[in-house]
């Protein structure tokens, strides 16, 4: 979306130029960055985290009956695709699924607009309170057009709820441990068809699997900047640089 790409690709080859490391927030990014003419050798990967240690406590997903209850939320802008969420919905009757919205943003106005003749599309405000409204969903729904990574869908696993992702830069990487689906997801219908596919898949197993992968996501991410450390010594040294001192120590 930058008005000339060759201009803002020189921009990231610059600012890559003078540094050791650049760490990229998936693979996705780290290949895109790559073709960018970032240097691979000093490219690497490390998924951000949320700090929402308090959504382990969420109960973990139970069987039950009803409609699928998808749960939606972030900034409401255009590269998030929740109009296009909510025309799925039209497909859908409300005791089959429903949708529930939340975040603000400049598109906070037209979806609005768009949720109010729907019986099955709540849009809520914004909040951080995002542990009880994950506990009563039945999975986390992220359309984006693009997203680097995705850190609604990190928080949906730490809950132990599903997610339904886009099938676009880092997100399938989300749902490699079998915690969810990613399916195409540019227009209503393709949205339409991934919720299809989500209600036959079993939700609860697929819940479980979703918070265990996560742990392991954590545990990847605190190895990975250990190496980052350990391979900035030499270079500390070499430039005489003493390390930082903890605060309060």
Request: aromatic letters at 4%.
């Amino acid at each position: 979306k930058v008005s000339s790409s060759g201009r803002f690709r020189t921009l990231l080859q610059t600012a890559a130029r003078p540094v050791d490391e650049v760490v990229a927030v998936s693979g996705a990014q780290r290949r895109w960055l790559a073709e960018a003419g970032v240097s691979s050798r000093k490219l690497h990967t490390i998924h951000p985290w949320s700090g929402r240690d308090d959504l382990y406590q969420v109960p973990d997903l139970e069987p039950r009956g009803g409609p699928l209850r998808l749960l939606a939320y972030g900034r409401l802008a255009p590269e998030k695709n929740f109009a296009a969420l909510i025309e799925a919905m039209r497909s859908f009757r409300a005791d089959e699924v429903t949708l529930t919205l939340f975040g603000s943003g400049p598109e906070e106005e037209r979806l609005a607009e768009l949720a109010s003749d729907r019986d099955n599309v709540r849009l809520l405000p914004a909040t951080n309170a995002i542990d009880a409204r994950l506990a009563a969903c039945s999975a986390v729904i992220v359309p984006s057009r693009y997203e680097a990574f995705g850190l609604v869908a990190t928080e949906a696993r730490m809950a132990g709820r599903p997610v339904l992702v886009a099938d676009i830069d880092g997100l399938p990487e989300q749902v490699r441990s079998g915690g969810g689906v990613a399916a195409p997801m540019r227009n209503a219908a393709e949205i339409a068809c991934a919720i299809i596919r989500l209600k036959g898949a079993d939700l609860p197993t697929m819940g479980r699997a979703a918070r265990a992968g996560v742990l392991q996501q954590h545990d990847d991410i605190i190895t990975g900047w250990q190496a980052v450390v350990r391979r900035a010594e030499p270079l500390r040294k070499k430039a005489g640089v003493q390390p930082a001192m903890a605060a309060g120590a």
